[in-house]
């Protein structure tokens, strides 16, 4: 099963209420996936900084003092944020690999859960309704987003294995389904330097996906390239900084529905996810085409 | 006329409403507002009903209908009418994939597009559709009328048995064992039938392609063992 969620908003006022939007599409996707849920979403980016959200099992004790760590070999522009289980630490975007390797060497419980300069990502295990309060992210505010409900298949049920999956910057995937040739692929993409922080398949099509990009893609071709390259059965919504696309492999058994309306660019696992958002009943609904590429970018 | 709006009741005090009916009860038109995608609306029907649904339902909507007449005035997800036995379905909207799954009885109208594997195993079961079908459809389906008045997607009729499918457009490629068959007299007055009672008056049968098994995978070939 699982479930999948995602906006992408094209009318700004409705900014402050992404995090409202994508949590109630969120909760209702709870009975297709109720291990473990998360959410990432893109906002407030500043010009020159870069965020490192990060997640802690011992929070109270890994973000006390981290701020004035990070500030003894940094400088003074840093900031860390906690959230719960979760912390987000703004530096700029020169000190973005000072930072990373300062986190690896003397905090290595802290584990990343994304970096880039708009993504944030929240992940637990546990109902979405209790990680959606336990971060309010109900009361976040974005341009665009996408949500999971996890039920394993794959691999344990843990924090890391959790969706969304991070693997470039900014850069995010979900994913429905399950691939078959994931361990081969994973081989593969670490011999090309891609590093992985679980056994989970989906993380193996997030890295492909990164991978691909780095190669010069862009999402829609990189996405073009997944048909080919992953076997398995696949609903995937993927998020970049300006961007959300979905693709769905050729046999197209995992469910997927999609509104338009002039406002936003919605997804749903099923239509339920979507019957609460404005203006519905006026919206273009549709299923996505099986192997067909869908993606939208913000100019 | 029994009302039930989905936004107070739940979906077991509908269900449990319609199953409590004797199978002789009916006549009466029931009214279901406020679905908003549920999952189950009245499946397991076994009264002559009329049920008036109004906004679009989830999965399995009608599943295993005896008698009833039942109409969405919305869409359907994935699985509508699956197993029908008798009565018939009429979706306003599109469906998801497998509409009509296993059905073995009545009739199922969709008025906009139907997705993948429609009609896949269906065992007797008439299936009209106005738009377009997605990949798979008809899928080793046993028995029945599959209709399009649009196109089909890949793969139509794959391992197909008995049933009889008839294509208005295009079909973008047949399954295996699928292939073309010449529309006889007796097919066009069959289809005829389905079409007027299906509400279809602007459409002639003449217009249809007729496509059904070629019989070949009905016994196992020697020359074929390779394959396995």
């Known amino acids: 099963m699982c479930g999948i969620v995602g906006l992408f908003l094209k009318d700004r006022e409705l900014e402050p209420q992404l995090g409202r939007m994508l949590s109630e599409m969120l909760v209702i996707m709870t009975d297709r996936g109720p291990d473990s849920a998360g959410m990432a979403i893109y906002g407030d980016a500043a010009d020159g900084k870069v965020k490192i959200t990060v997640q802690s099992a011992d929070p109270e004790t890994d973000f006390a003092g981290l701020e004035d760590s990070l500030k003894a070999v940094l400088g003074d522009?840093?900031?860390?944020?906690?959230?719960?289980?979760?912390?987000?630490?703004?530096?700029?975007?020169?000190?973005?690999?000072?930072?990373?390797?300062?986190?690896?060497?003397?905090?290595?419980?802290?584990?990343?859960?994304?970096?880039?300069?708009?993504?944030?990502?929240?992940?637990?295990?546990?109902?979405?309704?209790?990680?959606?309060?336990?971060?309010?992210?109900?009361?976040?505010?974005?341009?665009?987003?996408?949500?999971?409900?996890?039920?394993?298949?794959?691999?344990?049920?843990?924090?890391?294995?959790?969706?969304?999956?991070?693997?470039?910057?900014?850069?995010?995937?979900?994913?429905?389904?399950?691939?078959?040739?994931?361990?081969?692929?994973?081989?593969?993409?670490?011999?090309?330097?891609?590093?992985?922080?679980?056994?989970?398949?989906?993380?193996?099509?997030?890295?492909?996906?990164?991978?691909?990009?780095?190669?010069?893609?862009?999402?829609?071709?990189?996405?073009?390239?997944?048909?080919?390259?992953?076997?398995?059965?696949?609903?995937?919504?993927?998020?970049?900084?300006?961007?959300?696309?979905?693709?769905?492999?050729?046999?197209?058994?995992?469910?997927?529905?999609?509104?338009?309306?002039?406002?936003?660019?919605?997804?749903?696992?099923?239509?339920?996810?979507?019957?609460?958002?404005?203006?519905?009943?006026?919206?273009?609904?549709?299923?996505?085409?099986p192997a067909t590429v869908y993606f939208w970018e913000h100019q | 006329m029994p009302t039930i709006d989905l936004e107070t009741a739940s979906l077991r005090d509908l269900n449990q409403a319609l199953h409590s009916l004797g199978r002789d009860e009916g006549g009466e038109l029931w009214e279901i507002l406020n679905p908003r995608g549920s999952h189950a609306v009245a499946v397991g029907v076994d009264a002559p009903l009329e049920i008036s649904v109004h906004g679009s339902v989830g999965y399995y909507c009608g599943g295993m209908n005896q008698q009833a007449s039942i109409t969405v005035h919305g869409s359907a997800g994935p699985g509508v009418a699956e197993n029908m036995m008798s009565g018939s379905v009429v979706i306003k909207g599109n469906a998801s994939q497998y509409a009509g799954a296993t059905s073995r009885g009545g009739l199922l109208v969709i008025e906009g597009n139907a997705s993948s594997r429609c009609g896949i195993s269906m065992k007797?079961?008439?299936?009209?559709?106005?738009?377009?079908?997605?990949?798979?459809?008809?899928?080793?389906?046993?028995?029945?009328?599959?209709?399009?008045?649009?196109?089909?997607?890949?793969?139509?009729?794959?391992?197909?048995?008995?049933?009889?499918?008839?294509?208005?457009?295009?079909?973008?490629?047949?399954?295996?064992?699928?292939?073309?068959?010449?529309?006889?007299?007796?097919?066009?007055?069959?289809?005829g039938n389905l079409l007027s009672k299906a509400g279809v008056t602007d459409v002639k049968p003449e217009e249809f392609t007729r496509y059904g098994s070629a019989r070949k995978l009905y016994n196992f070939d020697v020359d074929n063992a390779d394959a396995y």
């Open chain 1, 77 to 289: 522009d840093v900031s860390v944020a906690p959230n719960n289980t979760h912390a987000v630490i703004t530096v700029d975007e020169a000190a973005m690999e000072a930072a990373r390797n300062l986190l690896a060497e003397n905090h290595p419980t802290l584990r990343i859960m994304s970096v880039g300069e708009a993504i944030e990502i929240y992940k637990e295990a546990g109902l979405p309704a209790s990680v959606v309060q336990r971060f309010g992210l109900s009361g976040m505010s974005g341009t665009h987003g996408v949500g999971h409900t996890r039920m394993a298949t794959e691999s344990a049920v843990t924090t890391m294995g959790a969706h969304p999956f991070s693997t470039g910057a900014d850069q995010c995937l979900v994913h429905n389904g399950s691939l078959s040739n994931h361990n081969n692929l994973r081989r593969e993409l670490a011999r090309d330097g891609m590093h992985f922080e679980t056994e989970n398949d989906s993380e193996v099509a997030a890295a492909y996906l990164t991978a691909e990009m780095k190669k010069g893609k862009n999402l829609g071709a990189a996405l073009e390239s997944a048909l080919s390259d992953l076997d398995g059965f696949f609903t995937f919504v993927v998020g970049t900084k300006n961007g959300f696309g979905v693709v769905r492999d050729a046999i197209a058994c995992k469910p997927a529905v999609m509104a338009e309306t002039d406002r936003y660019v919605a997804f749903g696992s099923e239509y339920r996810a979507l019957a609460g958002l404005p203006g519905i009943e006026e919206a273009r609904v549709w299923e996505p085409e």
């Open chain 2, 124 to 191: 007797g079961a008439d299936i009209v559709v106005k738009g377009d079908i997605g990949h798979m459809s008809a899928f080793m389906a046993q028995s029945g009328n599959l209709v399009v008045l649009g196109d089909a997607g890949d793969a139509l009729g794959d391992s197909l048995y008995e049933a009889r499918l008839f294509v208005r457009g295009s079909v973008k490629s047949l399954g295996a064992d699928c292939i073309e068959k010449e529309m006889r007299p007796e097919h066009i007055e069959l289809l």
